[in-house]
């Protein structure tokens, strides 16, 4: 198992490197990842090569036992790139976006893909006999600092080439997206306009001003640029080696469509930070990323970068408590990550991130937090073979579309409403009554039940696709807007919920974004926000009614028999308890069984052991009895604060 510390040998002086790697080598650690800001130490003017100090650094690091996994360093272009051609991405108002921090260049520009392809090249020749490097890193963080989207020549061009492709000629363009509106037509696709800035753009602020089809498709454009930026370093480095090449992802990040990005990678490894200068997340929200990142393979990942100290650019962010590295280490594992790396070994003397604190601190010395992460690897070595290789078995699906993503950012329905937030409040639910619950899209069939919340955006293969789950026996759940836009993000001329009307067995008959809560009552009882649809059945059961506004007795969510299945129409966004029930009428349909543990407290189910995790910095006490597998004792119940606990379970 990969269990290792993301290192900056250049940041350290060379007699240095031999005292750090043995710390690490004490620390139980067998893996490195570097190199992936090096550019400049790589190729220090045009064409001059010298790779002579991070060889130094491997030979240093492979006396301890450790292995590196090399990154290709073209997320900082020096500045020599940046003087001689002109790299930089436009911003939506025509801005370079200034060089002096990183991810600056653009994916489409010739001369930053050009020395890309070149530098790779070199470093995968140099590298690929080295038999101390077991797998590669392309480039860091894709999209990192609002780096996905650029409005520069280039940009314009290529999009302009791609629709062309797509759409053959401008006229079916024009039918397509609707130009006649405004008298938007496009003569040729040389008149094709990025989504900049435009008149329309005014006093409220994040206005979305363009043609909807426009906005959508340079999203998707977009988001593939990245990916064939990518997918030309993979081929680059696959024409010198056989090892497994990865890039490190941000969980929750959506500007690129994480299911393309990791297509031709040989698996994900993602960067994890709970808590830092930006606020601490829920540790629901935590897991869902994890699971995200899982769902884009259906496949177990590495954490390549996970948090190791008090994390901020200029201020900090909370101090990780006693117990918490190890406890984000072990949610991390209990979602399906089969190998760790900590961000970074030792704190930053220099640069923007002198507050990102790693294993250790400024002066080098073990402390608490290195001790920690020595005893947690101690301990996972003795649980490897529930870890490697393992997996979950998932009863609920989520499905995060990311053409969805990005249609629900351009219209937003409602105030107050985002889509990725609606998934989470059904991630968390699920989460809360410890139900696995996988974050991906497409096998339908694997799941008990599906839920497609707020699937917008459809095709009609896919809808006849998720028609046939339901017959066969699925649980599909759908939310408020689903099935009323076509893939040119067009809105269907079709009763609401469009395509999904028939299977759902209702019509929406009127909708209402309230600016205030409303009542509802029912099997669920609670309140409903941000939207509310008047539903009219036709064949389905109503579940709850709303109990106020004009509104006030008609349906606000139902339950629809179809073939074998089930279909829930929820049309209304929900409070917690109102969720919490929602999810245990779905589950008593689909025979799911749930566990309700104390507050903070989450379990992850893998085969007939569980993970334990208690998130609260205190102690609880969880109904669950068995026997530990971390100490070898039977599972009192007990936990202490941000516990964690392997068990084999037999049910109290
Ligand atoms: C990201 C990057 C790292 C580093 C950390 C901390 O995850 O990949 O290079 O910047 O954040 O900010
Ligand atoms: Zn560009």
Redesign the pocket.
């Known amino acids: 198992m990969i269990f290792g510390v993301?290192y900056y040998p250049e940041h350290w002086d060379g007699s240095e490197w031999k005292k750090q790697a043995a710390l690490m080598r004490e620390a139980g650690f067998n893996t490195v990842r570097m190199g992936?800001?090096a550019w400049k130490l790589f190729e220090k003017n045009e064409g001059e090569f010298d790779f002579s100090f991070m060889d130094e650094a491997i030979e240093v690091l492979s006396a301890e036992g450790i292995k590196v996994i090399l990154g290709t360093p073209t997320a900082a272009p020096p500045k020599w790139l940046v003087n001689k051609y002109d790299i930089l991405m436009r911003d939506k108002y025509g801005r370079p976006r200034g060089w002096g921090s990183r991810r600056e260049a653009c994916a489409n520009n010739p001369h930053y893909t050009e020395k890309s392809k070149i530098i790779v090249s070199k470093m995968a020749e140099h590298y690929k006999d080295n038999p101390n490097i077991i797998a590669w890193q392309i480039d860091?963080?894709f999209g990192?600092h609002n780096s996905t989207r650029c409005y520069c020549d280039h940009c314009r061009n290529a999009f302009s080439t791609w629709l062309e492709e797509k759409y053959k000629t401008v006229e079916n363009l024009n039918e397509k997206w609707g130009t006649v509106f405004w008298s938007l037509q496009y003569d040729s696709f040389d008149d094709i306009i990025l989504p900049g800035y435009n008149s329309c753009e005014g006093d409220w602020g994040n206005a979305q001003s363009h043609n909807p089809g426009l906005d959508l498709e340079y999203r998707r454009f977009a988001s593939e640029s990245w990916v064939n930026y990518q997918n030309m370093q993979i081929d680059i480095l696959k024409n010198y080696t056989d090892l497994p090449v990865t890039h490190?992802l941000?969980g929750h990040f959506s500007d690129i469509d994480y299911r393309k990005l990791s297509k031709n990678l040989d698996f994900v490894s993602w960067?994890n930070?709970p808590e830092t200068q930006w606020g601490g997340s829920e540790y629901e929200y935590v897991s869902m990323a994890h699971e995200i990142m899982r769902g884009v393979k259906n496949k177990n990942f590495v954490v390549m970068?996970e948090q190791a100290g008090p994390?901020g650019?200029d201020v900090l962010g909370k101090t990780p408590r006693p117990g918490q590295l190890r406890l984000w280490t072990y949610q991390a594992i209990a979602h399906g990550c089969e190998g760790i790396v900590y961000?970074r070994f030792r704190t930053a003397l220099f640069g923007m991130?002198q507050y990102?604190y790693g294993v250790l601190d400024h002066d080098g010395v073990p402390r608490r937090r290195y001790y920690e992460i020595k005893k947690t690897g101690e301990e996972l070595r003795g649980i490897e073979k529930y870890i490697v290789n393992a997996e979950n078995k998932y009863d609920a699906l989520i499905v995060k579309s990311y053409d969805n993503v990005w249609g629900h950012d351009i219209k937003r329905h409602s105030a107050g409403y985002n889509y990725e937030n609606h998934l989470y409040s059904f991630y968390k639910a699920n989460a809360r009554l410890n139900v696995n619950t996988a974050v991906s899209d497409g096998d339908y069939g694997k799941y008990k039940v599906v839920y497609m919340p707020a699937y917008n955006i459809i095709s009609d293969d896919e809808a006849e696709k998720i028609k046939d789950y339901v017959r066969g026996g699925g649980v599909l759940v759908l939310t408020f807007r689903s099935g009323t836009r076509d893939m040119f993000n067009n809105v269907r001329p079709l009763s609401v919920p469009g395509v999904f009307a028939d299977i759902a067995g209702i019509e929406v008959d009127e909708f209402d974004a309230p600016k205030r809560e409303v009542a509802i009552k029912g099997e669920i009882t609670g309140t409903a926000s941000i939207w509310c649809d008047i539903i009219k059945p036709h064949t389905a059961e109503i579940i709850s009614r709303y109990d106020g506004e004009y509104y006030k007795g008609r349906a606000a969510v139902t339950v629809n028999g179809l073939g074998k299945g089930k279909v829930y129409y929820v049309g209304c966004g929900l409070d917690d308890p109102a969720m919490e029930a929602l999810v245990r009428n779905i589950f008593a349909a689909a025979d799911i069984p749930v566990i309700k543990s104390p507050g903070g407290v989450e379990i992850v189910k893998r085969g007939k052991n569980a993970f334990v995790l208690n998130h609260n910095e205190y102690e609880v006490s969880v109904p669950l009895t068995g026997k530990s597998l971390l100490s070898g004792q039977s599972f009192g119940g007990n936990m202490e604060p941000f516990g964690v606990d392997f068990i084999e379970l037999s049910f109290k």
Do not use: K, L, T, V
Request: hydrophobic residues 40%; glycine residues 0%.
């Open positions: 993301d992936e800001f860091n963080e990192c490190n941000m960067d930070y970068e994390a650019w961000f991130e990102w």
